[in-house]
Every structure is written in C-alpha cells, then in structure tokens.
C-alpha cells in the first residue's frame, strides 16, 4: 500500500469536546453528564484513509458526526484547509458541507425508503442547485456507475427496499460522492454487511481515494479492517485518545495497554506470524477513580493505582507520528509468544 | 368470564316474590323526570309541579268544566270594597299535615315572603298588593296599590306555605348577603302539606313515596258536587327518565298512568289494550311565529299577511303533530273556552297549497310586490319562482326564522322546516335556524336581532292578562314582552281598560278586541295548541276527572278511587 | 457413534412466491467434547439448521427430506411432547442476546429456574433455585444480578446469562446461534473463551452458528461453509484454512481482512447469491465463482473427498 | 431470520413509473385480505347509496327527505311497492332519508376527518421536529384535549353557542379529534428524525423544511393516511350521537337524526322498519372504513404482510 | 416513584386549573350571557334582575373568575340552578352509580378482551380466531345508542325479561320485606342490559388490540426461548407471551377512556342510569351550567387520574419502567 503524501492537513481537530445530557426520568439518572468525547485533536491529510477505532460507546461515532456538523462541539474548534469553522450555520455550513460528506452504518436505515434512489442520491445537487434535471440525472447515473451499481438506470429508479444491502450501502456512497467532497466520513460501513459485500464496499472506498484522492475517516471497530484500508489510525476509548500512529506501527507494534487488549482480543484468522499476548486486561474490573484519571484505569492491568487514578496522561510521542497516552508506555511487558498459527482455538 | 356469567345469572333471577301487599291501594305514577325541588320557590319545572300542588293549596282553585274559580281554602267568593280597593277572604277551618290549624297567618306569612324576598315568578302578582292583614284566625284582608284584574285571577291562586315551618327559615335567609339566593337554596326533607297528601320519602332519580294526608280538610267532603278523598292510601311517583321504559311499565302495570304526553307512536302499541284508557285534554297553550315588526321586511303587514297566508296549520297539526293538537287561529286557545276568540281568520280556511300560493301571491302583488320569475304563471298554476322585489324594487333578503332546537322541542324544530319550505314558493329566501333556548330568547327578547321566530308557551294561565303584555307599547324595550315590537295606541288603551275592569264579561269582551287586532295585524301568527294525550290504567283505579291540562290535576287525585269499591263510600 | 446426525437435510418454506428451498442436501455431525462451525452469509441456510435441530422451525418451515438422529434416535419423527422432553434437556441453544432472548417481564434468575424446573419437575424450587447459583458462579455472574431483570444487564452480562440458561439441564448438544454479534471484541473474546473452557469441562459438543469466519476459526474443531442453503466445503478447522477447496470458501477467506501478516489486497465475490425458489441446477455459485466462470451451471456439482474429514461440493477444485 | 425471502429482487428491473409499482403492489397486498375487500365492497355499497340519493326527490316531490311528505299517508307505515322502507311519523319516505343520510355521513366524516389530520398531522409533525419547548407546549394542548370526552364537549358547546349547523359540528369534531393523530404524527417524526436518512439530508444540504416536506412526510402520510380512516368512523360516530341525542342539525337529515325521531315520536316498539336501517348503516360505515383501515395498516406494515403471506 | 406522582398531580392540577378556566371563559364567550341562559323565561324583567343580582351574575368578569376560582380551589361549585343543591352534592350523588356501570363493564370488557385476544393470537388463522376476531370488529363498530335500543327492544318489549330502565325499582324498595339481598339483586337486575351494551361495545377493541400485540409478542425471541426449553405450550402463552402482550392493552384503555365515557354517557341516557354522564346531558339542555360545569370538570379530572393509574399501573407490570 503505497504511502499517502504527507502534506498540510486538509481537516484538523482541535481540543474536541463534547458533553451529553443523560436523559434520565424523572427523578433517577436524569441530568448527569456523560462525556463524549474529551480534548480531542487530530489532523486529517489529504487523500489519506485516517482510521478512528474503539468499542461502542467509545465515541468515535460522535467524532464522526462532529465532523461533518451533525453535532455541535462544545468545545474546541474545527478547521477545513486551515479554515475555522467554529460556528456552522446557514451557508456556511452548506459550503462546508459540500467538502465534507459521510456515509452511514447502517445501509437499511440511511436511504429515505419513500425516495427512488435517483432522488436520493441527486438530493445534494437539487438542494446545492446543481445542474438542471437532465444534468442531475446524468450525473447520478455516472457516480452510480462509478461505485458499481451497473448499468445505473437499472438501479435509479428503485427504491431502497428492493436493493440488497451491499448495493444500498453503494447507493450511499453514490450519494456521498456526487458533489466530490474532499473529505469522507465513513462510519462503520460494513458492519451491518456480509463478508463478502464489506471487501466490496472496502474495495469501493479505495478506489475513491485512489480516484479523486479523497481524504476519508473510517470509523471502525475493527482493527482488521483498519490496518486493511487505513494509513494512519487512532484508537479511541471513552472520548479519549488512547494512541495514534501509522497504521501498521499502532497494530505490529501497540504501546498502550488498551491498544494492546483490544488486538489480544481480536480473532487472529489467518495471520500465521508468531502471536503475541499482552494480557494487560485486569479482572474484575477496579472501582471507578473519578474523573480525574486515565479512562482506562478501571481495565488496565498495569495502572499504578495513585498516579493513574488522579492524572490522566497526556499523548506523547514515541516515534515520529506514533503518539501514545499513557504514563508507563515504556515499562510495558513484552508480550508473550504463542503458537504459531492461531487457527482452531482448542488444537 | 365466571364473574360476568355469575352477574348475568343473578341478575336473570327476577327480583323477590311478587306478592306485596304494601302497595294495596297505593297509585303509581309513572315520570319522565324527577320533580327538581321540593322547595316551592325555586320549583318551576313541571314535575315539581305535580308534586307540589299536592301540598301547598291555594284559597280558589279552578274547576273543571267552565274553569270557574271556586273556593278552596277559602269559602265563599273573595268580598271586594271598591272604596278602600280591598280584598275580604274567610277561610275554611283546614289543617296542616302536622295537625296544627291552617289560619289566616299563614296566608299573610306567604304573601309577605313573597314581596320581601321579591319570589320570581310570585312577585309580580304580589306588587300591587299593599297589604296583607290577618282579620282573626280565618279571615285575611288585602288592600291593593291599584285595580287589578289578575288578583282574583291569579294572586289568589298562590300557593300557600306554613307559617310555623317558614318563619325560622326566612330569618336565617333574611341575615345572608343574598337573601334570595339563600332562600331558593333551602331544601326542605318535609314540607308541611295542607292538601290531599303528604311527603313520605323521596329517593332522589328514583321515586317520591306520598301517602294520605290525614289532616286533609277535603276528606269526606263533597266540593262542587264532587266527593274528594283521597281515596286512595298513597302516590308513587316513579322516575323513568325515557318515554319508552313508562310506556312500556304502563303496558306491564308496574304504573297505573303516566303523566306526561303519550307520544303519538306509542298510541298504536297501547290502543288494543282494554286495560288502558287514553285521554285527550287541550292545553292552555299557544304555539306561534313572531315577527320582527321593527325592521324590514316583516315592518310590511302585507308580507305579514302573505306568510300567513303560506303556512299551512293543518299540515303542521295533522303530520308534525300527528293530529294531537289543533290549529289555532287566535291567541287564546280553545280549551280557554271563556276568553277565547271563535272566529277563524281568513289564513286559516281549509285551503290547498296552490290556493295558498294563489292568495299570497295576490296579497303581495296587491301590495306592488314584484318577483324576477312569478310564483304563478299565467294560467295561474303555480310554478318555481324567484327573488321576491319589494315595492321600491329591492330585494327582500334571505332571512332567517329562529327554532328551538330539535332536543327542547322536535316539533317546532320541525315547523320551522316546512315553513321555510312554504316561503320559498312566493320567492322569499327563508331558512330555519334552530337555536338553543336561551341564546334564542337573548336574539329575540333581549337584542331584537331577528326577523322571525317560532316559540311556544305550554302552559299560560288561564287568565289572559299575558295577551296585553305580549303587545302593549311599554312592553316594547330590551327584554321586555313586547317581542315584536308591535306598537298601536288603541291596542295599548284596550289593554290598560282591560287590566283594570274586573267585571269578568267586560274583561272578555276587551280581550276579544285585542285578539281581533292581533289576528288582523299579524305580530304573532299562532299556530297551533297541541292536545294532551296521557294514558291511564283502569284495572285498579277509576275516577280521572278530565280537564284541560290534562288528567292529571288535583281533583282527580282527590277523587281517584279503587276499581270496584263503591263510589259512594266516603271515609 | 455421533452425538448428532444430520443426513441429507433438506429444509423448505411455504412463501407467497412458492416453496424456499432454504436447506438442501445437508449432512454433519457432531461428537461429544466436539465443535462444528456453521459458517456462511445471512439467508445460506445456517440459522434454519439450528431451529431444525430444536424442532422450532416456524409454522411455514418443513423439514423435507432427510434425517436428524441424536444419539442414534430419530428426531424427526418425534411427538410434540417428545421434542419438549428434548429440548433443552438433550440440545439446549445459545441466542444471541441482544435479540431478546430474555423475556424482559421475568427476572433472569427465575427463567433459569424455569428451565430447571420443566425439566425435572420433583425439584423444589430452592433446590433449582440453588443450581442457578451455580451456574452463575460457573459463568462468572455475580450472585445479586439473579434478582434483576434483563434490562438491568450490559450486553456481556446477558450473554453470559444465557450461556448459564444453555448450561442448566446439563445438555449434550449446544446449539450456538450467532452468540457474540453484538457484542465488542473484548466481550467478545471473553466469552468466546469461557464457551471453549466450559465445553471442554462438560463434554458437550457444539453448533456454532456464524456468518464471522474469524470467530468460528478461534473457536471450532470442525467448520462446515454453507452458501445458498448448500454445505459446499467441510472439515477440521486446519484443513479448510489451509487448503481451503472450494471457490466459495476461497472468496470467503480472501474476503476477510486479518490482523498480522503481509498486507494482502482483499478480494471481494462480485454478484449477489442466488434466490432459493424454484428449480436450481447446477452449481449455485457459478454465477459469482471467480475460479471456474460458468461451466457448471448445467450439471449439479458432487462431493470430492481431499482426506477423511475434508470434502467440498465442487467438480473442479483439486 | 432466514426464512425471509430475500429482498434482493432477481426479476429485471423495469423502468415503469416506480409509483404504479409501489401502488399495484400495496393494492394486490391489500386486495389479498379479505376483510379490506369486505371493507372495501360495503364502502362502495354506501358510496353508490350516497350517489343515489340525488334520485328520489327527481322522481317526486314526495320523496324529498326532509320536506317531502306522502300525501296518503298519514302515520309512520311500514314497507310498502311505494315506500320500500316504509315512512315516517310524518309521511316521509325512509328509504330517501336513508340515501340522504349516507351523504351526509361521508361529507361529516370524511371533511372532520380530513380536517383532524391535516391538524394532527401539521401539528405532530411541528412538534416532534422542532422538540424543545415548542413540542412540550403543543403536546400539554394535546393532552388537555385529548382527556375531555368529545362527543360531550361538542354537545355541551354546541348547546352554548346555539349553532347547530352541520359544518359547525364538523369543525369542531376537527378541532377535537386531532390529538391522537397528533401523538402517534409526533412518535414517528421523532423516530424518524433520528433514522440516519434524515442526518443524510442534512448532510446533503437538505434545509429544515426540505427535510420536513421530503423526507418526513411521505414517511408519516401513510400512517396519516391509516389513522383518516379511524376518524372517520370517530366522526360520523360523534355526528350520529350528537344528532341522536337532539342536538344535530336539525335541517340535515342524518342517520342519527332518523334514529333521534324514532326514539323521540315514540316509534321504537312499533316501528321495527323504521329502528333497524340508520343504526345498521352507521354500524356498517364504521366497520367499513374500520377494516379499509385494519387492511391498510397491514400494507403499511411489512411484518403484518408477511405474516398473511405464508397462512 | 412518589417524585414521579407527585410531578404528575402537579401536572394534572395544572391541566385541571387550565380546563376550568377555558370552562369559564367558554360559558361567557356563548351567545346569549349566562343571565339569559340561567333565568326562566317566563319570568318579567324586574324578577329577572333581582334573580341575577341575587346569584352574583351581575358581578364583572374579572370578578366572577376570582369568585369562581376561589370557590373552585375550596371545592365549592356552586349551587345548582335547577336542583338548588350544592352542585357537589348532586354530582356526588351520581358518581357512586356511574363508577359502578362504567368501572364494572371496563374491567369485564377488558378481561374478556384480553382473554379471548390472547386465545384468537394463539389460534391465528384457525376457526376460534376468525370467529373472534370477527365478532370482535363487528360489535366494537356497533353504534352505542343503536345498540343500546337493540337491547331494549329485544329484551325489554319483545322478550321482557330485564328492565330497561333506571337502577333499582321503586317496588324493592318501598316493601318492607325485602332486604339488602333483594336491593342489590335489584341492582345487579337493572344493570344487566347496560352493563351488556357497555360490554358488547368495548370488549372487541381490547381484543383486537390483545391479539394484534400478542401476535407482535410471539415473534419475539424470548417466546422462542421458551419454546426451547421446553416448556409447554400453555405455559409459553401464559407466563411468557401474555405477561408482555397485555402491557399495551392498559395503554389502550388509558387512551381510549376519554372516549369510552363518550358511550358511557350515551348509555346511561339510554337506559337513564342515574350517572354523571346523564347529569351531564340534561344540565347541557337545561342551561343549567353550574352542574354542567362542574360535572364536565369531574369527568376530566377522572380521566387525567385514570390515566395516572394506567401508567402506574404499567410501570407495576412492566419492570423495565420504573419512575
């Protein structure tokens, strides 16, 4: 895979935070905050593929939507080739809008089932004044063509239910890309496919970055697929950042324990290199240390139980590009060798 | 399920034995509604009517027949001294149900509550009476402001209540802010009662139990050659709250009459049954179309007439009625026999529509009338026509002819409809708009905002002091009685002649007057007097003395008796 | 003997469109202390098997030709009473928890017990209520969470819930539906682990039911890949890794990303499967077969035989 | 589960009016339930009475049905070659009032219903977008209306203001009936609104009322559409007891005026001919439009349709 | 819980507080001032102006709504134009009869809904269920008052077995002999025929809305669940899909009782049970608005707590809601 240019960053993060209202009944539970995302700031390339990993929760779907103005950012500011947009309203935000697209989880809830999939797609020309109807639908008939949906007048005038889900998430991508954003979100886009759909869509994806060296943000949770498409990740959990870097020195070469639990737990199919374990989960899990500490702190089985319970560490780097947030990054074990091939669990 | 089938098994099992005795000689009455007060001053509504007439008696009742006046409480004709303008009454040694002596007091009493507290619907008789004495224990002494007709008439038809049971209660009223208000609030379990029968118990929505009034001073008495009684042991009235459960109670027995109006559909299910008896009584009632007479376009007596002319009476009598009630042609009804006028105005011939048209149509035209199409081609047939042109050429516009609504009373609902339909063939753009009583009355009384409307009066007072009050001039104002706005100065001078004579054939003869003038001038079109049709069982008591108003009435209770016992037998 | 035969089983649905031929032709079986892998994408057929072997087919399923023989003894031929005396007791299934398995009115504890209880009705109720203790200890649940109701547990506790129901009447067979879909991979590969330990503990063999290649790679003895209703490849979990046989399961493979290793460029199976109604012949994945393109469409491909447990349903693999 | 058939649609694909498509196939969905059908033949049974009932005041005067009387007859008669249905305590032919009655149902019922989801639906779809306090003040209204009793509130306003005209009640039947339609408007914006197709609008540049009339609405018409053909019957239902009860438009000849003149003349024991037809009608109406609706949800309710599908 | 409650009464004293003023402001707003409406026609203007000034009608707005409020707040309603009585006392008189007939056929209608909508789900398809259901569509679409003079006709003329009347029979209890056996039999005779009617008309919807959310409940997983332990088919319907399914049948009732007291009040003016709903329709056509005001204010009110209990009474049943 050949290495995106490095350049100036076409989208960057700064200090992200973001906070929720839990939405309680009345009385229990009502009214406490839960952080969402916290002092997150990363920076986009152009035409890289930027993974965004972590479990359900961790909020890495809330950074997404931040980024294409689905949610407002409590604090921190945002900035698309070097522009700020703190603020998006109105036209600014449909300018933004139009560099900045995204491309949802799940393919059967994102298409309007009451539109044709020519209207949906041609919905970001009709409401940025495109083209005229002719134009429109020459140009969605090409971007359909483009993501594989062929011949395109076969699948224009459907409607969601009668796709099946690889080319409905296909018809999204369509819809994504007709206005040729320079960045893509892409949250979790093959979580709700099969196997072989998902290497479609993957294969989709890159081909876009190949193509008009789009800048997209895969949103996964899954580090496979991550160091699969992705140049560079960042492993997020509970609205932190836990480690950024290359792509294959985060996954061959984690220096957080987080990072390195979650690829502990991650089938190793197919990957016949000697397996390492970190073994850095503890159980059962340690009672909560407030706010003020590591988020991983209640997991983490190397946690010093004073310094990690009241401070949380900031992201340092290790290497050129490969940042880690942890306070004992270098006194990590060294993982222990497994068998060789990991393939039928019980041998 | 078992619940529900245990419920429905219980209740299928008819209810105790039904060999009672204690209903022996007791006569059940089957009501609509309950009576809403047993508290004679606030108690307006029929059905506390029937029930307390049975109570508090008056000093002249009138008799069936001729409708005589004839004492009761009192004896003899009341004596009248032009000179000092008073009124001498003896009274008869009579008892209330407690036992104590009905006396001259209690006449005063009542007549002072009721100028003291100003009792709606009693004060107005009351106001001209400057005083009231007590001359001894049986003798009371009246002494009026002025000459009125309606004292004899009317003041003296007054319910009268017990001074020893009253007076504590007054007291306590009289020291309240609202007097009146706290007066009409006052509910009495056990009003005492000086006619035929007394209260027993009252299960409110269920039924009133009165039983014989043993202190009665008509027992064993014969008045006007009838025996009064009561004869009987007691009254039930039973509240039924839908016709159809009375009638159908009176079809079982579970009732020996029904007192109200036997609604014409039920007449066919009752007529084959040789048990019950129906009974057809004239109302004094009066069931008319006014007219607005202070703005276009009924300030024309000629479209007055012509309307007239176009309504047909018999159609509303003998299909909205169902032949129960009869076409009315002058004010006062015909059951009202002494005062009523016997003379069929020219609207009321036995006409068929197209003559009606023909007449109208003539009428107006006379009066310079024109339409865009005639009602009547030329052959004289009649035909669709349009838009009616007043003399000066203008329109006459769509107006409106207010009703009650059809849940107060169907069948002026219904007449307005048909009406409306009858206008339409002279070109008069009419439309029937029923209304709620009460913003009716506010249109018509209140604003004059109206151009016609169809109201009745079911159940006027035999004396007609209301036919000048419907007509005279100062009558006229903001909710006064004048609706119409009907102004004529002889009019006004016979109804001040009249209120004043107290010669009775004199009276009549000014009241005939006035009713000429209203046939002939057409403020009010009376359109018709609907009969009383009840229906009684005559399995196990007999006796119904008919009158109008019905059977229903205080003689016939007091002369009800049990089938079979001997009519001479008095106790 | 087998713990489990399936032999040729063919299961239908009555649609609208006509009858759905969801399963066709399929055999395994499954040995006491042994793992089976039922791998393949939604609508291959995988779920059908697995209410098959519960006798839970819904009311327009059939089984339509073949056998299911537990311990030797016919289960297609059982008795509505025979089947309820089955379940549970002989083959108990795992669901996947986020679907509701839990009825959300009951308390966790009490329908473990309920379990118990159909099952061996001379117990009182402390005495079941004694051995839902544990089986909680048994999948590391804490004993307060027996009162709560499934609403009151995270995604990993519920599964671990049921695991401790699958576990109750000490059953023979597990059939694990889809067990750790929703879950995250941490959870994930908890629970995974503590399915091998258990088995491995009681002896008893297991269905894994997944559309995750990866998952049952870590977990089973013996894979089968089904696509369109059809096992087409089956064998020990090494043999179909290593030497997978059949295109289908090549694709598969190629499909999947992996962690470690060389960087290799995915290959996806272009097309979509096949409907299941009406007649198919021939080879169903031709259409999309990127190996041998369309020269079986014709004739239905056979079994070939690679070692005593590696087959695969393809006339040209080699 | 598996034992969907797949949605992936093998057939190829045609090029037709994607509307025609997705209309045959919820009509054939529809014409497969057999109690829609039953619906929808009585529904057309009332419609063509509705139609016929121009024809009898054409063929005589006597056949009107408000002011029409039969000269001959003087009393409520039964079936008769002239009278098919028998007359009324007045001579009128009950047959006439029966046709003019089923006008008057559909106008009352479709006009207040139509007008109650146009109100529901604006005043649903508002809240459940907008949220906030706007949603919290709409929905408390909602709630007020929705706990008074319609039928009595209509009768007690309708004694009050003492206009009895038939539009009258239709608007107020509206003005009452709307909460409901409302709620339900409401729950499905607010599901929607949270569907990621809607974030994709936004996305896409879709403005507020573009994703409002676009995207929300076609999604909530349906069940708009559903919940029409429950207030109709809620609204005929109100105008016939209304009517029942005195206080209908008294020159409309409605079926519950017809059964508020039986009950009141006194001609229910009698006049079986006369009790029997309104109070069927109204019954059947309802069933009518309720089945229409019941088949309706099962269109709109692929779970539902499914389901018939494999019995 | 009692936070919930109480933010919930709060509430309905709001909404209350906001029916009673929209109540007031309705009555003066009408054609024709309440003086008017009030006041016996037949009465001459000097009477009628004493009355009015007597009963305070005279007052100006602001005024009478501070009276009226502060009245309302001390539970005083007024006095009843045409009964003279405290209007509490009338209504309260009423209250007892009406929660008998009505509570009685709500919960009958509801148990038998409920129970038959859980044997037509589990039937579905078969002959029990069509006929059910069926039977269910019809007579929930059944026109009340029509209905309700079905009954009468039938079996009060034609038949003649129950009384089609009021709620007890002056006859029981004015004899003597008879005790509080024959009074209640009494009773429970006179409610048959509305109690059916009531019970006729409601039971089909909370069938239909049983089956249909039974139906929804034995797709769920955990029925299948069940079917997978093992458990008997009778034991999967009873303890695991009907716990669930009759969940969204008390949000039925509490939705549809606004409506359900529609026919409440048209049975009881039916029949002439001696309800509040009857009250209500003869105070509407006798203008007397005290009573009607008020009567109107209690069903509300009944209502907004009925609805407060179903959503208890929900969050009781349904562990997942807890307040």
């Known amino acids: 895979m050949e290495q995106a240019p490095q350049s100036k960053p076409i989208l960057e993060l700064r200090g992200i935070g973001k906070q929720y209202r839990s939405k309680g009944r009345l009385g229990k539970g009502g009214g406490q905050t839960v952080v969402a995302l916290s002092e997150v700031s990363l920076e986009f390339r152009a035409g890289e593929i930027f993974g965004l990993v972590g479990e359900s929760g961790s909020g890495k779907t809330t950074c997404g939507r931040l980024i294409v103005g689905l949610e407002k950012a409590d604090q921190g500011e945002l900035l698309l080739e070097g522009r700020s947009y703190g603020t998006l309203k109105g036209e600014s935000l449909r300018a933004y809008r139009r560099q900045v697209q995204i491309i949802f989880q799940d393919p059967y809830q994102s298409l309007n089932p009451q539109l044709s999939i020519l209207d949906s797609v041609a919905e970001p020309l009709v409401t940025n004044r495109v083209g005229d109807n002719k134009a429109r639908l020459e140009k969605v008939l090409a971007t359909l063509k483009a993501v594989g949906l062929s011949p395109p007048e076969d699948y224009a005038f459907r409607f969601p239910h009668q796709l099946s889900g690889g080319q409905r998430q296909r018809v999204a991508i369509a819809r994504a890309m007709i206005l040729g954003p320079k960045v893509l979100v892409a949250d979790e886009p093959t979580s709700m496919l099969d196997a072989s759909y998902s290497a479609q869509i993957f294969d989709i994806l890159l081909e876009v970055r190949q193509r008009l060296a789009t800048t997209i943000i895969l949103i996964t949770h899954s580090l496979a697929a991550a160091r699969y498409l992705c140049d560079r990740i960042a492993v997020i959990y509970r609205g932190r950042l836990m480690e950024t870097g290359p792509a294959d020195a985060v996954i061959s070469d984690p220096r957080h324990p987080y990072t390195q639990a979650l690829i502990d737990a991650t089938p190793k199919f197919g990957d016949c290199g000697p397996i390492k374990r970190y073994g850095t989960l503890v159980s059962p899990e340690r009672p909560a240390s407030g706010s003020a500490g590591c988020a991983f702190f209640r997991r983490c089985g190397l946690a010093h139980l004073g310094r990690c319970a009241r401070q949380a560490p900031e992201l340092t780097p290790l290497t050129l590009g490969h940042l880690v947030a942890c306070h004992y990054t270098q006194e990590a074990p060294a993982p222990e060798t497994g068998q060789a091939c990991r393939l039928g669990g019980m041998g | 399920m078992t619940a529900l089938l245990g419920v429905m098994l219980l209740a299928l099992s008819p209810p105790a034995a039904q060999a009672v005795e204690w209903d022996q000689n007791i006569l059940k009455i089957g009501v609509l509604e309950e009576p809403k007060s047993l508290n004679l001053w606030l108690a307006g509504d029929a059905w506390s009517n029937h029930v307390l007439q049975l109570f508090y008696q008056q000093l002249y009742v009138n008799r069936p027949g001729d409708l005589k006046k004839v004492p009761w409480l009192a004896t003899g004709d009341p004596q009248y001294d032009p000179q000092t303008l008073s009124y001498t009454v003896d009274l008869r040694p009579a008892r209330w149900s407690d036992g104590s002596p009905f006396t001259a007091h209690d006449v005063v009493f009542t007549g002072q509550l009721i100028q003291k507290f100003k009792v709606p619907r009693f004060y107005s008789l009351w106001s001209f009476v400057k005083s009231i004495e007590a001359v001894g224990d049986h003798q009371v002494r009246f002494v009026l402001n002025r000459p009125d007709a309606s004292f004899t008439a009317r003041t003296l038809a007054t319910p009268l209540v017990q001074k020893t049971q009253w007076e504590p209660i007054v007291k306590q009223c009289l020291a309240t802010k609202k007097p009146l208000a706290s007066l009409l609030r006052v509910s009495l379990d056990h009003p005492a009662s000086s006619g035929p029968f007394v209260l027993k118990s009252w299960r409110r929505g269920v039924f009133l139990h009165l039983e014989r009034n043993p202190h009665f001073f008509g027992q064993g008495l014969s008045l006007d050659g009838r025996p009064l009684g009561p004869h009987i042991e007691g009254i039930v009235f039973k509240v039924y709250g839908t016709s159809d459960a009375a009638i159908l109670a009176l079809r079982k027995g579970s009732i020996d009459f029904y007192w109200n109006n036997v609604q014409p559909g039920y007449l066919r299910d009752i007529a084959g049954d040789p048990a019950i008896q129906v009974f057809r009584n004239q109302k004094s009632a009066l069931y008319f179309m006014g007219f607005n007479l202070r703005r276009p376009p009924f300030d024309d007596l000629a479209l007055r007439r012509a309307v007239a002319m176009l309504v047909d009476k018999r159609f509303i009598v003998t299909r909205v009625l169902q032949n129960a009630g009869e076409v009315m042609s002058a004010l006062v009804p015909a059951g009202n026999a002494f005062y009523h006028l016997d003379q069929v105005a020219p609207y009321d011939q036995e006409l068929t529509r197209g003559q009606r048209v023909q007449k109208a149509y003539e009428i107006l035209t006379e009066a310079g009338y024109t339409w865009k199409t005639r009602p009547m081609d030329h052959a004289g047939r009649v035909q669709t026509c349009s838009c009616l042109l007043r003399p000066d050429g203008s329109e006459v516009p769509p107006l409106t002819i207010l009703t009650p609504p059809a849940d107060y009373d169907p069948q002026r609902a219904m007449s307005g409809m048909m009406i409306q339909e009858w206008l339409g063939q002279v070109g008069i753009m009419a439309a029937a708009r029923p209304m709620a009583f009460g913003a009716m009355l506010e249109k018509v009384k209140g604003h004059h905002d109206y151009d016609a409307f169809v109201l009745g009066y079911g159940n006027l007072s035999l004396d007609p002091a209301w036919v000048s009050a419907f007509f005279v001039s100062k009558n006229a104002g903001k909710s006064g009685w004048n609706m119409s706005g009907y102004h004529d100065p002889q009019f006004d001078a016979l109804a001040e002649k009249a209120a004043k004579t107290l010669d009775p054939e004199q009276r009549r003869d000014l009241v005939l007057q006035m009713q000429r003038m209203v046939q002939r001038d057409v403020p009010f079109l009376p359109l018709y007097n609907p009969l009383l049709v009840e229906a009684a069982r005559n399995d196990r008591f007999q006796g119904w003395v008919p009158m109008v108003g019905g059977i229903g009435n205080l003689w016939s209770l007091c002369q009800l008796r049990p089938s079979g016992a001997p009519a001479a037998e008095v106790r | 003997m087998a713990l489990l035969e399936v032999e040729n089983l063919s299961i239908g649905y009555r649609t609208k469109r006509g009858v759905l031929q969801a399963v066709d032709n399929v055999s395994f079986s499954v040995e006491a202390g042994r793992s089976l892998g039922l791998v393949g994408e939604s609508g291959c057929g995988k779920t059908t098997i697995g209410m098959a072997l519960m006798g839970l087919l819904p009311r327009n399923g059939r089984v339509t030709a073949g056998a299911m023989r537990l311990m030797g003894r016919d289960m297609l031929g059982l008795s509505r009473e025979q089947w309820r005396g089955l379940r549970w007791k002989e083959i108990a299934m795992i669901f996947q928890a986020a679907m509701n398995a839990l009825n959300p009115v009951q308390r966790v504890g009490q329908q473990i017990a309920e379990a118990i209880l159909t099952h061996n009705p001379g117990l009182s109720r402390g005495e079941a209520h004694s051995q839902v203790e544990g089986l909680y200890q048994l999948v590391g649940l804490s004993l307060e969470r027996l009162r709560d109701y499934p609403h009151q547990y995270s995604g990993g506790m519920k599964q671990r819930a049921v695991i401790a129901m699958a576990l109750a009447c000490n059953p023979k067979i597990i059939v694990a539906d889809e067990p750790t879909t929703a879950l995250d991979v941490i959870v994930q590969d908890q629970i995974l682990q503590e399915t091998k330990a258990l088995q491995k503990e009681f002896n008893i063999g297991i269905i894994f039911i997944s559309h995750d290649i990866s998952i049952v790679a870590e977990v089973c003895h013996h894979i089968a890949i089904m696509y369109a209703g059809q096992m087409v490849e089956t064998g020990t979990t090494d043999e179909v890794f290593r030497e997978a046989k059949h295109p289908y399961t090549r694709a598969l493979l190629g499909s999947f990303p992996a962690l470690g290793g060389e960087r290799r460029p995915l290959r996806p199976i272009p097309g979509e499967p096949p409907l299941l109604i009406g007649q198919l012949a021939g080879c169903r994945f031709c259409d999309r077969c990127p190996e041998h393109g369309h020269a079986c469409k014709l004739d239905p491909p056979q079994w070939r035989r690679f070692s005593d447990t590696h087959f695969a349903l393809c006339d040209h693999c080699d | 589960m598996s034992a969907e058939p797949q949605t992936a649609s093998q057939a190829t694909p045609r090029r037709r009016s994607p509307w025609r498509e997705r209309f045959r196939e919820d009509w054939l969905v529809f014409n497969h339930n057999p109690l829609g059908r039953a619906g929808l033949i009585l529904l057309s049974v009332f419609g063509v009475m509705a139609l016929l009932s121009f024809l009898p005041p054409l063929i005589d005067p006597m056949y009107h049905p408000m002011t029409g009387v039969d000269p001959q007859v003087l009393y409520s008669e039964g079936p008769s070659a002239r009278h098919w249905l028998g007359t009324d305590f007045m001579g009128r032919d009950i047959l006439s009032q029966l046709l003019a009655g089923t006008r008057v149902a559909f106008m009352v019922g479709v006009s207040a219903a139509f007008m109650s989801i146009v109100l529901g639906v604006s005043i649903g779809m508002v809240a459940g977008y907008a949220g906030g306090i706007i949603d919290t003040l709409l929905m408390r209204l909602a709630e007020i209306i929705m706990v008074l009793p319609t039928l009595l509130v209509v009768l007690m306003l309708s004694a009050l203001f003492g206009k009895l005209n038939i539009w009258t009640i239709v608007l107020l039947i509206a003005l009452f009936r709307w909460p409901g339609v409302s709620r339900v408007i409401r729950a499905q914006t607010l599901s929607l609104k949270s569907r990621p197709f809607i974030d994709a609008a936004r996305v896409a540049g879709a403005s507020h009322t573009r994703i409002v009339f676009r995207h929300i609405m076609p999604n909530v018409l349906p069940l708009a559409f559903l919940y029409m053909t429950f207030r109709v019957t809620a609204a005929i239902v109100i105008e016939a007891a209304l009517a029942f009860l005195g206080f209908g438009d008294p020159s409309t000849v409605s079926w519950g005026m017809m059964l508020q003149w039986v009950w009141k003349t006194g001609h229910m024991f009698q006049a079986p001919y006369w009790l029997f037809p309104p109070g069927l009608c109204i019954s059947l109406i309802t069933l009518s439009f309720y089945l229409l609706g019941r088949a309706m949800d099962e269109v709109l309710d692929p779970r539902l349709r499914e389901e018939n599908g494999t019995v | ?323």
């Open chain 5, 1 to 323: 819980m009692a936070r919930y409650v109480a933010g919930r009464l709060a509430q309905i004293v709001v909404i209350l507080f906001m029916i009673v003023t929209i109540l007031f402001v309705l009555f003066r707003l009408a054609p024709g001032d309440p003086v008017s409406r009030m006041v016996d026609p037949s009465l001459s203007p000097e009477e009628a102006a004493n009355l009015i000034a007597q009963l305070g009608l005279d007052k100006p707005i602001g005024q009478q709504y501070l009276q009226y409020l502060q009245n309302f707040v001390k539970g005083n309603f007024g006095h009843s134009f045409h009964y003279g009585l405290p209007v509490g006392q009338v209504i309260m008189a009423k209250l007892p009869n009406t929660i008998l007939l009505f509570t009685t056929a709500m919960v009958l209608s509801a148990l038998a809904g409920i129970a038959w909508g859980k044997v037509a789900a589990w039937k579905k398809g078969l002959g029990t269920d069509t006929a059910l259901t069926v039977a269910a569509l019809v007579t929930h679409t059944l026109f009340l008052p029509w209905l309700a003079l079905l009954v009468i006709w039938i079996f009060g003329y034609k038949l003649d077995w129950l009384p089609i009347n009021g709620m007890i029979s002056a006859e029981v209890w004015l004899d003597p002999m008879s005790g509080p056996v024959d009074k209640a039999l009494d009773v429970a005779y006179h409610m048959v025929l509305p109690l059916a009617t009531l019970f006729i008309m409601h039971f089909g919807s909370y069938l239909l809305v049983m089956r249909s959310s039974m139906l929804q409940t034995l797709r769920e997983d955990y029925i299948i669940t069940a079917r997978a332990k093992g458990l008997t088919e009778r034991e999967i319907r009873n303890h695991h899909a009907a716990p669930n399914a009759w969940l969204p049948v008390i949000t039925s009732v509490g939705l549809s009782l606004a409506f359900s007291i529609n026919g409440g009040a048209l049975t009881e003016t039916v029949f002439s049970w001696p309800g509040i709903g009857r009250e209500l329709v003869m105070a509407v056509s006798q203008n007397d608005y005290p009573l009607a005001q008020a009567s109107f204010l209690l069903i509300a009110m009944v209502v907004l707590f009925a609805n407060l209990v179903v959503d208890l009474l929900y969050a009781f049943f349904d562990p997942r809601i807890r307040y």
